[in-house]
């Protein structure tokens, strides 16, 4: 299939790969136990020796930190434990001198209850202006709707009432997530001029693009209808990996209005500023609407991410996202981890029908770790070869696997809270990252604000630096050769292969092969070996693959 292009050539994430710094967990250069800008400032060489075209950086804004950042109560500043805007313009420059792009994290379905905005919604009282601009409905006795909390329980809060009035009593507020993320109403004209002031101020810093959180959320249906799914999405069924987030909150047509406004926004200052949506939505030709000319960029393959080691439905989920893609003209992005699901390392440790949707902690069935990581490491290999974008989740590049055995009382995402600690939730995938093999301390200082397994030094990139075989290594090469033979611009075409399992792939001058079988495949032909993931030899007539295992061939 060829990739049908967009005129514009300024289009850098056309083939980009990005890297998601977490910077709560990323590096910390003053033992606080968290991470700063100042250590991300100090990694932009690692992070260019590691071939990386952009980094997408997770919230560093002023917040109470309820839900990792993710709540935000000032965009236009930085959080002063990760350091100061002079720091942040520091970073882009930086970044800038070796050629890396910078994106950042835009949370506009909800902010904090700390923000000014809800403060004085709380303070102003019932029909409001400064309550309108979040959703606040009047209902006495049960909340106005039966919607749930994306993190558990009621997603209404109730309102203190200010005085003893009647008028004042019964008032409750949306929020999706967190009682301390009440849900902004969209329909507020203040609401859009916050965000298109927030794109033009960090425009102005330099920011070239933004990976836009919640992107299927902003809208509601009118009337806020119950949720016919139920109101408990651990319990009524979401926990099944190939479903996506539906329901009277998500994915409405309304949501696309703003993102038509927001490139309109970005084009005063040139087509080469980006939006990435965070949009978990069904079926791929819905998520496609979102990355039409007009709107965004890109959005990331999540049916990527969720499809596992199972080899028929991956390719399936290939071919529909470059269709998809293909159809509107943008880029499909390959996505394997982020900071919301558990390491590919640990997921594909697993039997590919076990779902990881609720963590792993102490006391659940643990994943191969042997097995976890050749397999991720062969799936990584085969994603870095498609055409198109490809997302590295911090740590992956050290072959960090989840953290599994978290006592359960240091966890400090919501969700273990919130389903009375059913749900353990996304701590695991967080944990600071090993840059130093010191046993006692890896580069947090002594008390990482996650706990940091005891085995942890065994990751740490100082030791991998210098070891031919390191996974951090391998990171490199594969992102050197996928440069060298441009295989992000590149074409996709199937090989037949006479298993099923045994995927192989055209892409220009590169046959991509992974062997998803518990058996050594041979691939016919005359081919010298790029890369490969694990054993890899030549054999009379072809290359020998062993179980588990990709490799790139020319
Ligand atoms: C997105 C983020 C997630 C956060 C949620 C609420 O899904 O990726 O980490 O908890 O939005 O902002």
Known sequence: MNMVMRSDLDQWWRNAVIYQVYPRSFNDTNGDGLGDLAGIIEKIDYLHELGVDAIWISPFYPSPQADAGYDVADYFDINPEYGSL??????????????MKVIIDVVPNHSSDQHEWFQEALRAGHDSPERARYIFRHSVGEPPNNWGSMFGGPAWSKVEPLTGREEDRDWWYLHLFAPEQPDFDWNN???????????????????????????????????????????????DGDRDPDVFDSGPMFDQDGVHEIYREW??????????????????????????????????????????????????????????TLREMNNVGAPVT??????????????????????????IGLGDPQPDRELGLRRGLAMTLFTFGLPGSV?????????????????????????????????????????????????????????????????????????????????????????????????????????????????????????????????????????????????????????ELAANTAAWLS
């Open 86 to 99: 002079d720091e942040a313009r520091e970073l882009i420059s930086r970044a800038h001198a070796v050629g």
């Open 263 to 320: 490139r309109n926004v970005l084009n005063e200052y040139g087509r080469d500023r980006m939006l990435v949506a965070e949009a978990w939505v069904d079926p791929p030709s819905r998520g496609a609407l979102y990355v039409r000319e007009e709107e965004m960029s890109q959005a990331f393959n999540f049916d990527y991410l969720k499809c596992g080691w199972r080899p028929a439905r991956l390719r399936t989920i290939i071919d529909q």
């Open 391 to 543: 997302y590295i989740y911090q740590g992956e590049e050290l072959g960090l696997p989840e953290v599994t055995d978290m006592p359960d009382d240091a966890r400090q995402d919501p969700t273990w809270l919130r389903t009375g600690y059913q749900v353990r939730g996304r701590d695991g995938c967080r944990v600071p990252l090993p840059w130093k093999a010191n046993p006692a301390d890896t580069g947090f200082g002594a008390h990482p604000w996650l706990p940091q397994p005891a085995d942890w030094h065994e990751f740490a990139a100082e030791r991998q630096e210098d070891d031919p075989q390191s996974v951090l290594n391998f990171y490199r090469a594969m992102t050197a050769r996928r440069r060298h033979y441009d295989l992000g611009h590149g074409d996709f075409e199937w090989v037949a292969y006479d298993n099923n399992e045994v995927l192989v792939v055209r892409n220009g001058k590169i046959t991509l092969a992974l062997n998803m079988t518990s058996e050594p495949a041979v691939i016919p032909g005359q081919y010298s070996i790029v890369i490969a993931s694990g054993t890899c030899d030549h054999v009379s007539g072809g290359v």
């Open 334 to 359: 390959w996505v394997l981890s982020n900071h919301d699901v558990v390491r590919h390392t640990s997921r594909f440790g697993f039997d590919p029908e076990h779902s990881t949707e609720a963590g």
């Open 189 to 235: 004209a203040d609401v859009h001029q916050l965000f298109t002031d927030y794109l033009r101020f960090w425009c102005d810093l330099g920011v070239d693009g933004f990976r836009v959180d919640v992107a299927h959320g902003l809208v509601k249906a009118d009337g806020l209808p119950d949720d016919l799914r139920g109101s408990d999405r651990w319990v």
